[in-house]
């Protein structure tokens, strides 16, 4: 499968952003998708993750806990993030990415496939 993200920008702290991620290929039903993000000079960090199929559960990051929110459209073969009331520290090229064993893994090392990021910048 490939995944390509949109919808990054430049946005001020407080404001909110859609992330999408598009996948091409088969079964996109069946992967596990999740989020990452990777700030200037640190880790790739785990941000959120939904389950396979129906969608119906969901982990985020403590960090982005209450403010984000991941949801997925298996007949548009798309995966969300809205990004509510951004902070300065949430900063960093966010990735998707997809998994095959359905284990809503928080680690980076899990997922099989990625998408090639998009950036989000907030300003203070």
């Known amino acids: 499968v490939q995944l390509q993200a949109s919808g990054g920008g430049l946005v001020q702290a407080g404001g909110s952003l859609r992330l999408s991620c598009v996948a091409s290929?088969?079964?996109?039903?069946?992967?596990?998708m999740g989020w990452f993000r990777q700030a200037p000079g640190k880790e790739r960090e785990f941000v959120a993750v939904?389950?396979?199929?129906?969608?119906?559960?969901?982990r985020y990051a403590d960090s982005v806990t209450g403010r984000f929110t991941i949801s997925r459209d298996n007949a548009k073969k798309m995966v969300y993030l809205q990004m509510n009331s951004l902070k300065p520290e949430d900063t960093a090229v966010y990735y998707c990415?997809?998994?095959?064993?359905?284990?809503?893994?928080?680690?980076?090392?899990?997922?099989?496939?990625w998408g090639q990021g998009t950036l989000v910048t907030v300003s203070s």
């Open positions: 290929g088969s079964f996109f039903n069946n992967y596990v």
């Open positions: 990415a997809a998994e095959r064993t359905a284990l809503l893994s928080s680690r980076a090392s899990a997922y099989d496939y």
């Open positions: 939904i389950s396979n199929n129906d969608g119906g559960s969901a």
